[in-house]
């Protein structure tokens, strides 16, 4: 059974960071494509970032410069470190991942991905 398990989220100020941690179990994440996406409160779910099979990144334009995406093979875990928070980045964050390796997903859209996780709230103070 595939698992994700998100952590690290919490209460920071604005131009503060965190890094958040998504542990995998019962799935190999080497070359599979993962991402974060986040929901704020009465807004869709949208795309942070992914990290695709083959390493490439994309970013949503309101993270880039601010967010990395990395994984830990060893660790089978996904990271997003966040920096520069604002409060516009208050949200549930969750990560996804693809239920098929070496599937490419070059786009930031929810429906690429099959498991996600139960979600980590990060909260930005002015």
């Known amino acids: 059974q595939v698992h994700l398990a998100e952590s690290g989220g919490g209460s920071v100020q604005a131009g503060g960071s965190l890094r958040l941690s998504c542990a995998v179990s019962?799935?190999?994440?080497?070359?599979?494509?993962m991402g974060w996406f986040r929901q704020a409160p009465g807004k869709e779910r949208e795309g942070v970032a992914i990290?695709?099979?083959?390493?490439?990144?994309a970013f949503a334009g309101a993270v880039k410069g601010r967010f990395t995406i990395s994984k830990d093979i060893a660790e089978n875990t996904l990271y997003l470190q966040m920096t520069s928070l604002s409060p516009e980045d208050t949200a549930m964050y969750y990560c996804?991942?693809?239920?098929?390796?070496?599937?490419?997903?070059?786009?930031?859209?929810?429906?690429?991905?099959?498991?996600w996780g139960q979600g980590t709230q990060v909260t930005v103070s002015s």
């Open positions: 990290l695709d099979y083959d390493g490439a990144r």
């Open positions: 019962g799935y190999i994440i080497e070359n599979v494509c």
């Open positions: 996804a991942a693809v239920t098929v390796p070496f599937r490419t997903c070059s786009r930031l859209v929810p429906e690429r991905f099959g498991y």
